[in-house]
């Protein structure tokens, strides 16, 4: 393909975007992609955070959620989500950086690395060497790349508004073998004190949440299955629970920064917020009331209304930071982003 090509490409992808904006402000409609890449999206799979320190945060997670590490490499831990493979890696802050959320990834269906980074190619990204780590994603919009781990070949690219994602076999554990599927068994951890059940969402804040939305509805078919709001669509993933969402902005051609993941969220069995919080308090993380809150190791409630979509009296949702101040939310194993008291009222399939 010629590089007339993929902007020709991109063109297109644009036009098309301007009649999907219509769909996005529809209440209660489904907005479906239009022509695909092919790429089928499974689930969410594992994130990155980097961290100050990270003997402390690995302390820090398995105390609360007794998260066994299932693979190490180099200086990057995974750390088990559940009964895996999903799972959180963690990494040491590098020169100029922050702790923070790093990325996120996506199992997908017969993953191939070549085949899956022309399949982007052809839908107008560039094929780039591997950028270092240390890179924002707001300086490779639009690129692909691959790593080479060990006998792994992993697969990144960063979307239009710079946010990185990973795509990966459906058994990719973070550990070795072509797909990342081979990991030993979990090191022994504490017992912690709440059970995790799997990895449920991620809210990116950018300049074109709309813009985002339909990005992903074009290039990988999902689809919307709930409105936090009349111009808040919540994109679904998988198995009608998890979500990415997509915020913010009025406009493309925003800040330099680009995309940044403002949190992540768990889920769990049996959620109940009043004991869930107490639990978090005894394990040493301060109460904070229900405006959102900044810092290391606190934790609050915020109650999302009728007009953002949540029940009457409010659907709450419950956030926590860890030793770095990295945002993060609780929800019980049904929550969709959607209504009802657990969130988990959304549209049907």
Request: some cysteine; aromatic content about 8%; glycine content about 14%.
């Amino acid at each position: 393909m010629q590089p007339n090509d993929n902007h020709q490409i991109s063109r297109m992808l644009l036009s098309r975007r301007s009649v999907l904006a219509g769909l996005s402000a529809l209440p209660l409609a489904r907005a479906v992609a239009a022509e695909p890449s092919g790429i089928r999206l499974l689930r969410l799979n594992s994130f990155g955070i980097r961290v100050s320190d990270p003997a402390q945060s690995i302390d820090f997670y398995q105390g609360l959620f007794g998260m066994p590490v299932q693979a190490r490499d180099a200086d990057r831990v995974c750390l088990r989500v559940g009964d895996g493979p999903q799972f959180m890696s963690l990494r040491a802050v590098g020169a100029g950086e922050a702790p923070a959320i790093t990325h996120i990834g996506y199992a997908v269906e017969d993953f191939a690395a070549e085949r899956m980074q022309n399949a982007l190619v052809d839908v107008g990204f560039t094929r780039v060497v591997a950028p270092p780590e240390t890179d924002a994603g707001s300086a490779h919009r639009l690129e692909t790349w691959t790593r080479q781990r060990g006998d792994t070949e992993e697969l990144y690219f960063a979307d239009e508004a710079g946010l990185i994602v990973q795509l990966s076999h459906a058994d990719y554990c973070g550990g070795a073998g072509p797909n990342g599927e081979r990991c030993a068994r979990p090191e022994a951890a504490p017992e912690g004190r709440i059970r995790l059940d799997d990895l449920n969402h991620f809210t990116v804040f950018g300049t074109d949440g709309a813009g985002a939305n339909l990005f992903y509805q074009e290039t990988f078919g999902l689809t919307v299955q709930a409105y936090q709001g009349p111009q808040s669509p919540v994109t679904g993933i998988g198995d009608g629970r998890q979500f990415v969402m997509y915020a913010g902005g009025g406009g493309r051609g925003g800040a330099a920064a680009g995309a940044s993941i403002h949190h992540g969220s768990f889920n769990m069995r049996d959620f109940d917020v009043e004991r869930v919080r107490a639990t978090l308090t005894e394990c040493g993380l301060e109460a904070r009331d229900s405006q959102p809150q900044t810092g290391p190791k606190i934790h609050y409630v915020s109650l999302r209304m009728p007009a953002r979509g949540g029940a009457e009296g409010g659907t709450p949702e419950l956030y926590f930071t860890d030793p770095d101040g990295i945002l993060l939310q609780l929800q019980d194993v049904t929550y969709c982003g959607g209504g009802g008291y657990l969130g988990s009222e959304c549209l049907a399939g």
